[in-house]
């Protein structure tokens, strides 16, 4: 029998009887033989609450001090399953980020996994103790306790799933799986059985948050095969793998939305080689992560340029847009705060023409205008007016035919 590494997130754990139902299901899974390594994120709405907490006692939140409070969320959950587990009879040992072996950078709030450290968690295994890891951190090289990232407990667990050699690795939410658009905006939107890792890759990066950006570049990278289900259900959900032969190529499997952008308009630009160079250049020093870029054909030598930035990043590149403005002879810097980004993921994009005038038309038809647009092979981004980004879901999910 295999390992399976089971995640679950602050839903799943949200209070007393659900940790319980966990513990439960801990406990059948260990009686089929299986191996099991659980890792949690914090009791429901916990990491929220305790970013609430630091805003009400300090504008100033140093990025050690800020992982060393959150990182207390998942230490909760972790010692109250293995409480419920020890009720049941099933030997569990509580491990913290550090404690598993999960060696990060220095990178505060948004650390990058540099090793895992299995051997606790593997002394643990063989001795017939179930780990129960807090997930979300890790330890840096000088020591410091560091945090992944929102969501990043999905990390934590694909991370383990990949060191310790895990046949899967089980992801457990409130929803019973990947879906065709956000259940929660388009009640009708269908499960998917099986998803790509490159499919997967857009719908996380564009917004639909039921995985961790990372936690699924990880899986692709060591291919790691994931199972998104419910904590609720328990029943099957949507596998996320390789590319398999036979794998249906759907034209158009998801719709996303993602309002964590800002546009940034510079008017006026001088229309020369080396100018867009040395502008994403200085944002690119300062770790601004540039998303959609947008330049004009121009008009009298000048044009403007307007790219997205997210919102937590605004502030940093409007203070270097701001004094590089000038310098450049360009005109006024907008920042625009109000929009969201509505995309189309589907691997059958890449050999079926159409799919971009169609979501155009759907959009149109509606009256939502759109503001920038991006591609890859497999999506189509559009920008628009972050009040209508719902709406423009909901159109182009009936418009492919997505529902159920
Ligand atoms: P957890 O706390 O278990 O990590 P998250 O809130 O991070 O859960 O992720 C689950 C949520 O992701 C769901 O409740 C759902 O509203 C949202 N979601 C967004 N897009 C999708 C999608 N395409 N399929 C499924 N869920 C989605
Ligand atoms: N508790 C962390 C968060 O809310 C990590 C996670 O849930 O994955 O972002
Ligand atoms: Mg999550």
Same mark, same amino acid.
């Given at each position: 029998?295999?390992?399976?590494?089971?995640?679950?997130?602050?839903?799943?754990?949200?209070?007393?009887?659900?940790?319980?139902?966990? &513990?439960?299901?801990? =406990?059948? +899974?260990?009686?089929?033989?299986? %191996? *099991?390594?659980? #890792?949690? /994120? !914090?009791?429901?709405?916990?990491?929220?609450?305790?970013?609430?907490?630091?805003?009400?006692?300090?504008?100033?939140?140093?990025?050690?001090?800020?992982?060393?409070?959150?990182?207390?969320?998942?230490?909760?959950?972790?010692?109250?399953?293995?409480?419920?587990?020890?009720?049941?009879?099933?030997?569990?040992?509580?491990?913290?980020?550090?404690?598993?072996?999960?060696?990060?950078?220095?990178?505060?709030?948004?650390?990058?996994?540099?090793?895992?450290?299995?051997?606790?968690?593997?002394?643990?295994?063989?001795?017939?103790?179930?780990?129960?890891?807090?997930?979300?951190?890790?330890?840096?090289?000088?020591?410091?306790?560091?945090?992944?990232?929102?969501?990043?407990?999905?990390?934590?667990?694909?991370?383990?799933? &990949?060191?310790?050699? =895990?046949? +899967?690795?089980?992801?457990?939410? %409130? *929803?019973?799986? #990947?879906? /065709? !658009?956000?259940?929660?905006?388009?009640?009708?939107?269908?499960?998917?059985?099986?998803?790509?890792?490159?499919?997967?890759?857009?719908?996380?990066?564009?917004?639909?948050?039921?995985?961790?950006?990372?936690?699924?570049?990880?899986?692709?990278?060591?291919?790691?095969?994931?199972?998104?289900?419910?904590?609720?259900?328990?029943?099957?959900?949507?596998?996320?793998?390789?590319?398999?032969?036979?794998?249906?190529?759907?034209?158009?499997?998801?719709?996303?939305?993602?309002?964590?952008?800002?546009?940034?308009?510079?008017?006026?630009?001088?229309?020369?080689?080396?100018?867009?160079?040395?502008?994403?250049?200085?944002?690119?020093?300062?770790?601004?992560?540039?998303?959609?870029?947008?330049?004009?054909?121009?008009?009298?030598?000048?044009?403007?340029?307007?790219?997205?930035?997210?919102?937590?990043?605004?502030?940093?590149?409007?203070?270097?847009?701001?004094?590089?403005?000038?310098?450049?002879?360009?005109?006024?810097?907008?920042?625009?705060?109000?929009?969201?980004?509505?995309?189309?993921?589907?691997?059958?994009?890449?050999?079926?023409?159409?799919?971009?005038?169609?979501?155009?038309?759907?959009?149109?038809?509606?009256?939502?205008?759109?503001?920038?647009?991006?591609?890859?092979?497999?999506?189509?981004?559009?920008?628009?007016?972050?009040?209508?980004?719902?709406?423009?879901?909901?159109?182009?999910?009936?418009?492919?035919?997505?529902?159920?």
């Amino acid at each position: 029998m295999g390992l399976v590494v089971q995640k679950y997130g602050g839903t799943s754990v949200a209070d007393a009887e659900r940790i319980r139902a966990v &513990a439960d299901h801990v =406990a059948r +899974t260990r009686r089929t033989g299986e %191996d *099991v390594v659980v #890792v949690v /994120s !914090a009791m429901g709405k916990t990491t929220d609450d305790l970013l609430r907490l630091a805003s009400d006692v300090s504008a100033v939140q140093p990025g050690r001090e800020l992982d060393m409070l959150l990182t207390a969320g998942e230490r909760i959950s972790m010692a109250l399953l293995c409480m419920a587990l020890a009720e049941l009879g099933v030997a569990s040992a509580s491990f913290t980020g550090s404690q598993a072996g999960i060696i990060t950078d220095g990178h505060h709030t948004n650390a990058k996994i540099l090793e895992v450290r299995g051997d606790r968690l593997r002394e643990a295994l063989a001795a017939g103790v179930v780990p129960v890891v807090a997930g979300f951190q890790g330890v840096s090289l000088d020591r410091d306790v560091t945090t992944l990232g929102r969501g990043g407990s999905d990390t934590t667990a694909v991370a383990l799933a &990949a060191a310790l050699g =895990a046949t +899967t690795c089980e992801i457990y939410t %409130d *929803v019973t799986g #990947v879906f /065709s !658009a956000d259940p929660r905006v388009v009640p009708e939107a269908r499960r998917l059985r099986r998803v790509s890792f490159e499919e997967m890759l857009e719908i996380a990066a564009t917004g639909g948050r039921v995985l961790a950006l990372r936690s699924v570049e990880f899986a692709r990278n060591h291919r790691v095969p994931l199972h998104v289900r419910s904590s609720f259900t328990w029943e099957p959900g949507t596998w996320v793998t390789e590319e398999v032969p036979d794998m249906e190529q759907a034209i158009v499997s998801a719709v996303t939305s993602d309002a964590s952008e800002a546009k940034l308009t510079i008017s006026g630009v001088p229309d020369r080689p080396g100018i867009a160079a040395s502008l994403f250049r200085a944002l690119a020093d300062a770790a601004v992560n540039v998303d959609m870029i947008v330049q004009n054909t121009s008009h009298d030598g000048t044009t403007d340029i307007s790219f997205t930035v997210p919102h937590t990043a605004l502030k940093t590149a409007l203070a270097i847009v701001g004094e590089l403005a000038p310098k450049i002879d360009a005109g006024s810097v907008l920042a625009d705060e109000d929009v969201a980004q509505v995309s189309l993921v589907g691997a059958g994009m890449k050999t079926n023409p159409g799919v971009t005038a169609k979501m155009f038309e759907a959009l149109a038809g509606e009256q939502i205008n759109i503001e920038m647009i991006s591609t890859s092979p497999i999506r189509v981004s559009c920008m628009v007016r972050a009040g209508l980004a719902e709406r423009a879901v909901r159109v182009l999910h009936q418009a492919f035919g997505l529902e159920g």
